[in-house]
């Protein structure tokens, strides 16, 4: 009988405290942030924030755009000394409680990353909604800008956006950094931060109309100079677009310089965030013909270092494979010896692109991206001795010597170039 109380007992006072989530919040009053940007805000104080907002309504339409060719997002910026007053005015104007649990995408502007991003970052990480998951980007110009182009083949930019990531192991062209990497960068004190690059162009669309021939005579009733009823002259649309054009060198936590296309795949190379690309050399043997190939990392690069009389020394070692895609002169390079020879060719020119790139991030950004710090910290015993010797200041002085073989393993479906007949 006893038990039979205690057991009724709790299944009230189960019943008092089981009221349902007292926290929730309805699908349909939350405004879906898919994207946030950040710039520095009017007179360089404060910042800038511009969210995209999902329209439910839209979305799911007809392609390139939301239902009815609508667009199935649209912005908004505001002016605020922080970010979380952002949001507060935002709200102000938008009838729906912001919410950023799926943002995937912050893009944060030049001007701002060049003064200092990490305090803006900061103010993000401490929110609950905030997914380490996201991608980080810088753009030229300004966040709010990019995110106001309206791509062809999505309805959002977002979306466009992380179409042209998933294409990034192909191309090699720029580099693929979550909100995650940034800090584990950041916080480690052995390797300086990149973020991939974002700039806006103008895209033409169709050739241009020329004017059309003998209206006069198919212009049915015209004048005689044919110029009544004819169509003028049409020309190109400009279109605006967004692409990559390399990435973002941080020193610290400001940007203080950009690597192109050509660059980045050196600064994946050597953090073995490179799987594959086309490239390009000149052909050694026929001047003003190109030889193009895949160019595949098989296996991580090794990096060894020394210190010798105080003199900090790396030794870089590069094992890769090419696969021939094109042959302009028409050479028959799968002969034995011609083909070790266009392969010493392809190891010289990626050996003399990782010592530009390396010396160009020595001398004009003194910004260690490409992790030697990591190989210095293992010799220290502890990491109060590494920061004594503050690697950061001596990386411009390291002496880093460059070895790179590459292999031709494939020559393409066809054995020998085409016989003129």
């Known amino acids: ?26 699908l ?14 009017p007179d ?44 507060n005015l935002i ?3 938008v009838n729906r409680e912001i919410t950023l649990i799926q943002n995937r995408l912050l893009i944060i502007g030049e001007e701002l990353a060049r003064h200092g991003a990490n305090k803006w970052i900061d103010n993000l990480i401490r929110y609950r909604e905030m997914r380490r998951t996201l991608l980080l980007f810088v753009c030229k110009g300004t966040a709010a800008e990019i995110l106001h182009v309206q791509p062809q083949l999505e309805n959002k ?73 004819a169509s003028p002259e049409k020309k190109p649309q400009k279109q605006d677009d967004v692409r990559f054009i390399g990435s973002a060198i941080f020193k610290k936590d400001r940007m203080v310089g950009t690597f192109d296309i050509y660059e980045t795949q050196i600064l994946l190379l050597l953090n073995d965030e490179f799987k594959e690309a086309m490239l390009t050399v000149e052909d050694p043997l026929k001047k003003g ?18 210190r010798q009389k105080k003199v900090d020394q790396f030794s870089v070692q590069l094992k890769l494979e090419a696969d021939l895609l094109s042959i302009q002169s028409q050479i028959d390079y799968t002969q034995p010896k011609l083909e070790k020879f266009l392969g010493r060719v392809i190891a010289g020119e990626i050996k003399n692109r990782v010592e530009k790139a390396i010396k160009k991030a020595q001398q004009e950004y003194n910004s260690d991206v490409f992790g030697f710090g990591k190989k210095v910290r293992r010799t220290f015993i502890t990491s109060g001795d590494y920061e004594k010797y503050y690697w950061p200041g001596k990386f411009k002085d390291a002496q880093v010597n460059v070895d790179v073989k590459v292999d031709l393993r494939r020559v393409g479906v066809q054995f020998q170039p085409p016989e003129n007949r």
Request: glycine share 12%; proline share 6%.
């Open 157 to 229: 930019p977002s979306e466009y956006v992380n179409a042209l990531v998933a294409l990034s192991r192909r191309t090699g062209m720029y580099p693929t950094v979550t909100l995650n990497d940034f800090l584990k960068h950041y916080e480690a004190f052995a390797q300086e931060n990149y973020l991939p690059l974002l700039d806006k162009y103008q895209r033409k669309e169709g050739p241009e109309t020329p004017p059309a021939e003998n209206q006069a005579q198919s212009g049915g009733g015209g004048s005689e100079s044919g110029t009544e009823g």
């Open 44 to 87: 360089q104080k404060g910042v800038t924030v511009t969210t995209m907002i999902a329209i439910p309504s839209e979305l799911g339409g007809e392609e390139g755009g939301g239902a009815g060719g609508k667009p199935g997002v649209f912005l908004i910026s505001m002016d605020a000394p922080s970010i979380y007053e952002a949001f």
């Open 1 to 26: 009988m006893i038990k039979r109380v205690i057991v009724i007992g709790l299944l009230i006072m189960i019943t008092f405290l089981a009221n349902g989530c007292w926290d929730r919040r309805e």
């Open 289 to 306: 013909n190109y030889v193009v190939f895949k160019l595949l990392a098989t296996a991580p690069g090794e990096i060894q270092y020394r």
């Open 28 to 41: 349909e009053s939350l405004g879906l942030v898919q994207a946030l940007g950040l710039d520095l805000g």
């Open 91 to 93: 709200n102000t104007t």
